[in-house]
């Protein structure tokens, strides 16, 4: 019998190096081996039920609340969904000037490396950030030197061993999941490029592998991809057509009541504020942006 994903992420010992290195290796090689796995992206082509989700950033009660929803912890494979997962690190709430969040990045590993064809752990701006070192600043805090600083304190000589893990956790994320849905396929993602960089974006990125020459600060297109703002519906209707999908489903953007509509083909969800919320979606319906909308449910308790 399995352990249940709830006894992985107290069995993972958070202060251990040599555990935060085992458990992101593991992750690294459930994203890059799992049968979803589809070069850059991930690809679900049969019936399945995901949990859609926004920004995380470092809220371990939200993560819970998402695997149970996915029923991940259950003994019975049957009732397990797929869940995406995306923003996770380069939280708010900092100790002593300390961003911790790696360990919520360890947990999530150890929950792929648990659950490889039904965790989708989808990179974003700020695990970019944390890979190639291109500081994010927001109200004051540097997150990726806030993020190394508290890998220095807990691990002392053993960081570096710690860091390199974490960049092969984030170098080896999908960069999106692509359903294949009655009515068409549903692309979720944490972004799509702003509309200042399409003139240089490479949209064969969701059919290729990917390269270094990708992930590098204001001239790689999965950099474009991952900071994009700003949509208008022109771009995302050409995207659309492009990739042969009906449906976004994005982070990135904040949505204040935890969902928005970004353009008629495209909703943004948060997950990650007292107004977080995830959709539950069934591939065997057709997904458009009202329904979604609407049958967003939210991670508050009661």
């Not at 304190?153 to 999941?177: C, H, K, N, Q, Y």
């Amino acid at each position: 019998m399995r352990r249940a994903v709830s006894g992985l992420l107290q069995t993972t010992d958070l202060r251990d190096p040599v555990a935060v290195c085992a458990a992101l290796h593991a992750g690294a090689r459930a994203n890059l081996q799992a049968p979803c796995r589809d070069r850059s992206i991930d690809r679900l082509d049969g019936p399945a039920q995901l949990v859609a989700t926004g920004d995380l950033h470092d809220n371990p009660l939200h993560l819970a609340r998402l695997v149970s929803a996915a029923a991940l912890e259950s003994d019975d494979s049957a009732a397990w969904r797929h869940l995406t997962l995306h923003e996770l690190i380069h939280s708010d709430r900092l100790v002593n000037g300390m961003d911790f969040s790696y360990r919520v990045l360890t947990r999530v590993a150890a929950l792929k490396a648990a659950r490889p064809q039904h965790i989708h752990v989808l990179l974003a701006n700020h695990e970019l950030a944390q890979l190639t070192g291109s500081e994010v600043a927001k109200d004051g805090i540097r997150f990726v030197e806030a993020f190394d600083e508290a890998l220095d304190f807990a691990f002392g000589d053993e960081a570096a061993s710690v860091r390199r893990a974490v960049r092969d956790f984030i170098r080896s994320m999908p960069i999106a999941l692509r359903l294949g849905c009655t009515g068409g396929d549903v692309l979720c993602a944490h972004s799509l490029p702003g509309p200042e960089r399409m003139d240089r974006f490479d949209d064969s990125i969701l059919d290729r592998d990917l390269v270094d020459e990708d992930y590098l600060p204001r001239t790689g297109s999965v950099h474009f991809m991952m900071w994009g703002r700003n949509q208008p519906q022109e771009q995302v209707d050409a995207l659309a057509e492009r990739w042969g999908v009906s449906l976004f489903i994005l982070g990135h953007e904040k949505a204040e009541a935890g969902a928005m509509a970004l353009a008629r083909n495209a909703v943004v969800l948060n997950s990650d504020h007292d107004r977080g919320v995830y959709a539950m979606i069934d591939t065997r319906e057709a997904v458009m942006a009202e329904s979604v909308l609407q049958a967003v449910r939210p991670l508050a308790a009661g």
